[in-house]
């Protein structure tokens, strides 16, 4: 079994920055993609940034020049840091990561448990 574990959220003013962290821990013998998504009240949630095993990156309009998505190999981490933060960026962040858990598997997509992000005004 695979399971995802968050850190990192919490309350924050308008312009100032958080780390989130997503640790994978368990049977994974290759991780294909990393991903950030966010989703605030009453709307879908939403692709924030992404991480390919060959290390090219992704990012939503919204996001760009104020997010850097990284990953820590040894560790099975992926972390989103977030700067310059404001009201709009209010939501649940939630990470994605597909893995192949063993050489046998297909590639499965886990989901984090999920960590609130507030900025206030």
């Known amino acids: 079994q695979v399971q995802l574990v968050e850190s990192g959220g919490g309350l924050v003013q308008a312009g100032g920055s958080l780390r989130l962290s997503c640790a994978a821990s368990?049977?994974?013998?290759?991780?294909?993609?990393m991903e950030w998504f966010r989703q605030a009240p009453g709307k879908q949630r939403e692709l924030v940034a992404g991480?390919?095993?060959?290390?090219?990156?992704n990012y939503a309009d919204s996001v760009k020049c104020r997010f850097t998505i990284s990953r820590d190999n040894a560790k099975n981490t992926v972390y989103l840091q977030m700067n310059n933060l404001k009201p709009a960026d209010t939501a649940v962040y939630y990470c994605?990561?597909?893995?192949?858990?063993?050489?046998?598997?297909?590639?499965?997509?886990?989901w984090g448990q999920g960590t609130q992000v507030t900025v206030s005004s």
């Open positions: 991480l390919v095993s060959g290390g090219s990156t």
């Open positions: 994605r990561i597909s893995l192949r858990p063993t050489p046998s598997n297909w590639i499965v997509a886990y």
């Open positions: 368990g049977s994974i013998f290759s991780i294909n993609t």
